[in-house]
Structure formats: C-alpha cells, structure tokens
C-alpha cells in the first residue's frame, strides 16, 4: 500500500528562522515520485518540486531546499529564513507509475510563519 | 494567463440540486482529473481523464460524473447534492498523458457549499 505521512499537523515559527516539514512515505515499488505542493491562504495548490526514486540529489531554490533519503522513506523540505509569505499548508505527496500510477498526498502541514 | 481555470469559484446551492463545475487547461496536455478536498484539507483523486478517455474512476458516488467534450475540458455534473459533498473542488492537468507521475498543475478550486 502506499501511504504519505505528514506527522507535524500544525507549525509556527518566528520569522526569518529555518523550519522543516517533515514527509515519510511508505511503497513497495522501486520506481516512484515525490512531490510538494504549497497551498496558500487564497486556497489555490501550487507545484513546489518533483523528484522521482532514482534521484537522491538534494535539491535547493532560492530558500527552499529539499532532502530525499531513500533510506529513512523521507522527503524532507526546508524554508531558510522564513518569511510570513510562506504561511500556507504545504501537501508532500507520491506517486507510482508502474501501479496505479494515482497521485496520494498527505494530510498537509499547516505553517504559520508569525511576524 | 490562467494555466488551469475552473468555474464557478463558489457554489451555494440546496441539497438536492444538481449543479455542474467546468474546468479548461490551456497548457496543451492530455490528462486532467478532478480531486475533492474535504474540510480537513485531506486531497483525494476522484477522475482522471487521457484524451477525454476515463483512466481513474475512485471510488465515487454515481451522483458525479466527469464529462470530457475535448482534452482541454473536464467538467464536473453532480446530482443530487448532499451534504457531504460540501468541499472544495480542485481540477488538475498534466503533461503527454503520462499519468500523475507527470507533474499536475491545478486550477483555484471550486468551492462548493451544499445547505
């Protein structure tokens, strides 16, 4: 079965600290992809990242980076230097194309990021 | 210009009613789906269309079904509106049918509100 676990419900940080939302995910295939997904007060989801099995490269955009490690089933995303834009919930999510190829996500973490 | 765009924003309507939600990709791919967010922001595929051909069919009430006129339209009719079927609504497209291991861009959601 493949599952997304979002463990951190809830969030707050100060401004401009670091802050991590953790992702771990459950699949049987070896072939698969991760992704994240912001979803901001206005309600509208927006692609963050995809990386797919076979890539364990960390990956880092302007303030956002993210670390996959096959070993421990996590995704990990990191915010560098919060800002109160970044308050929104954010959806870790996982696919298997050799499956069902259906997209699961998370529960979603809420992050407030207080001024 | 919008990537993805669906109407109406927001639905209030009586238990009972039948209402539609329309969604249009202006992106150029093959496949769409529709997805339900209930009101613990939990996001869970409903339909996905290739080609205006259905590839995912959740486990859904017969009261709701997906209409594909071409491969940048999904619209969504739904009968028979109950109460539960109150939450917010998001369309979502990807790239060259290749299934949700293609990146999915969504649409601004439809909120739909059932007294």
């Known amino acids: 079965a493949q599952k997304v676990t979002q463990a951190q419900t809830e969030i707050s940080v100060v401004e401009k600290e670091d802050v991590t939302l953790d992702c771990v995910y459950e699949?049987?295939?070896?072939?698969?992809?991760l992704f994240w997904y912001k979803q901001p007060p206005s309600g509208e989801l927006v692609f963050l990242i995809r990386?797919?099995?076979?890539?364990?490269q960390n990956e880092i955009s302007g303030r956002y980076s993210w670390n996959f490690q096959k070993s421990t089933s996590s995704f990990n995303f990191t915010i560098t230097a919060s800002q109160v834009v970044d308050s929104a919930v954010y959806f870790c999510?996982?696919?298997?194309?050799?499956?069902?190829?259906?997209?699961?996500f998370g529960k979603g973490t809420r992050l407030h990021i207080l001024p | 210009d919008t990537a993805v765009s669906q109407t109406p924003k927001y639905l209030v309507t009586q238990m009972g009613n039948d209402k539609s939600i329309k969604c249009e990709q202006n992106?150029?791919?093959?496949?769409m789906y529709w997805y339900k967010q209930d009101s613990k922001k939990f996001l869970k595929i409903m339909f996905s269309?290739?080609?205006?051909?259905?590839?995912i069919n959740e486990t859904v009430p017969n009261r709701f079904s997906p209409k594909s006129p071409d491969k940048a339209h999904l619209n969504l009719h739904i009968n028979s509106l109950e109460l539960g079927d109150s939450a917010v609504y998001f369309c979502?497209?990807?790239?060259?049918?290749?299934?949700?291991?293609?990146?999915?861009?969504f649409g601004p959601g439809t909120r739909l509100l059932v007294l």
């Open positions: 979502a497209s990807s790239q060259l049918g290749q299934g949700p291991s293609e990146t999915q861009y």
């Open positions: 699949t049987r295939d070896t072939t698969y992809y």
């Open positions: 990386r797919n099995s076979f890539d364990e």
């Open positions: 999510a996982l696919s298997e194309p050799n499956r069902d190829d259906k997209i699961i």
């Open positions: 992106l150029g791919h093959d496949t």
């Open positions: 269309y290739n080609n205006k051909e259905l590839i």
